[in-house]
Each structure stands twice: as structure tokens, then as C-alpha cells.
Nanobody, 116 residues
Framework: QVQLVESGGGLVQAGGSLRLSCAAT????????MGWHRQAPGKERALVAG???????NYADSVKGRFAISGDHAKNTVYLEMNNLKPEDTAIYYC??????????WGQGTQVTVSS
């Protein structure tokens, strides 16, 4: 069994920065991809950023140029550096990990609130 634990969320003013971390624990041999999704009130959960085992990254259009995803393979940890935060970034951010097409896991989420 695998567990994902997020940290780093909080309250920040517009234009500020936050760094989210997600550590995966359990029996993990290899990871296909990890990333971050977010869900704002009244909205569906949507991709923010992802990174695969080859290091290729993918970002939602709304965060390109502001957010950066990275990983520490040895620690089974993925990070999300968020810069120039905007009120519309306010959401619960969920860590995601895919081992293969079947084995997919979600963290419990961490709240990010951006004030104007």
C-alpha cells in the first residue's frame, strides 16, 4: 500500500510564493508519473502540473511560467514551486502518483489560499 502526504499549503497574498511538497511512502519500485491537481469550490479537480519518469513536465495553461514542478527520485518526493500567486489559484491541491495504468494514488490535499 502507498500513501501520499502533502505539505506546504497556507495563506499567502497575491504575488507571493509557496512551495508544496508531496512524499510517497510504502513499497514503491518505480513511478510512472507524479504531479499536482487542484480543486476550487464549485469546480472539478483539474491538472496543475505533472512530471513523468523521464523528467518530462506538463502544465496547465493557467500556471505556465509561474509554477515549476520537480522531483527528488531518491526520496520519492515531488515539489511544486508556485510563484506570482493569484486569487484564482486558491484551491485544495492534491498530490497524484501513477505507478501504471491501474495503480494510481491521491494525497489528502493541502489548502492554498491567495488573498488580494
Amino acid at each position: 500500500q502507498v500513501q501520499l502526504v502533502e505539505s506546504g499549503g497556507g495563506l499567502v497574498q497575491a504575488g507571493g510564493s509557496l512551495r508544496l511538497s508531496c512524499a510517497a511512502t510504502g513499497s514503491i519500485f518505480s513511478i510512472g508519473a507524479m504531479g499536482w491537481h487542484r480543486q476550487a469550490p464549485g469546480k472539478e479537480r483539474a491538472l496543475v502540473a505533472g512530471i513523468n519518469s523521464a523528467g518530462a513536465t506538463n502544465y496547465a495553461d493557467s500556471v505556465k511560467g509561474r509554477f515549476a514542478i520537480s522531483g527528488d527520485h531518491a526520496k520519492n518526493t515531488v515539489y511544486l514551486e508556485m510563484n506570482n500567486l493569484k486569487p484564482e489559484d486558491t484551491a485544495i491541491y492534491y498530490c497524484y502518483m501513477r505507478l501504471d495504468a491501474v495503480r494510481r494514488y491521491w494525497g489528502q490535499g493541502t489548502q492554498v489560499t491567495v488573498s488580494s
